[in-house]
């Protein structure tokens, strides 16, 4: 079974405006950590915004805020006004416990993003 | 603060050659992954080592792939025969601590071409 999901192999966003790029997880864990990496056409990747599943809160970081429902698993970025410097790749991630101790952290297949002038 | 270094950058071999990468993690990172990312694809871990042992190679090939981090710093990934599947960017990361909530880090990746 997939562990993260990204469904939206591609979004297209006008500049200026917000985009939910959607993630959602499996886990019978009760303590995991979910990630957003950003990966432009360069290759590296760059941590954008985390969330810890007892995270009380939605996690933001500047333009990037995390859209978090424990319930169903989900946990969407959401980027508001789009720049076009934010087209790329999007990966979500996930962190949970391993039984050999320590944390194993798992990618989603990514969302390509294409920022439109 | 100096990035995760790797090397090389790129590296073109045809297939049953054999193939090594390097990675200097940084400086106190305690835990060093390795993970292969196939075209289109999101990255796949390929091992974990904290400080010098294995914490996860359960997706390792281990018939053509090895890995060792000698004194819990440097390390390096060798595929002994390449095969045209392995074409791919091998990433290397590492994170500080065995907190749950640290972001790894990323070098640039080296791109593995198979012919």
Known sequence: AQKITQTQPGMFVQEKEAVTLDC?????????????????????????????????????????SLNFQKARKSANLVISASQLGDSAMYFCAMREGIPTGGFKTIFGAGTRLFVKA | EAGVAQSPRY???????????????????????????????????????QNNGVVDDSQLPKDRFSAERLKGVDSTLKIQPAKLEDSAVYLCASRTGVASRSEQYFGPGTRLTVT
């Open chain 1, 24 to 64: 959602t997880y499996d886990t019978s864990d009760q303590s995991y950590g979910l990630f957003w990496y950003k990966q432009p056409s360069s290759g590296e990747m760059i941590f954008l915004i985390y969330q810890g599943s007892y995270d009380e809160q939605n996690a933001t970081e500047g333009r990037y």
């Open chain 2, 11 to 49: 590296k073109i071999i045809e297939k049953r050659q054999s193939v090594a990468f390097w990675c200097n993690p940084i400086s106190g990172h305690a835990t060093l992954y390795w993970y292969q990312q196939i075209l289109g694809q999101g990255p796949k871990l390929l091992i974990q080592f």
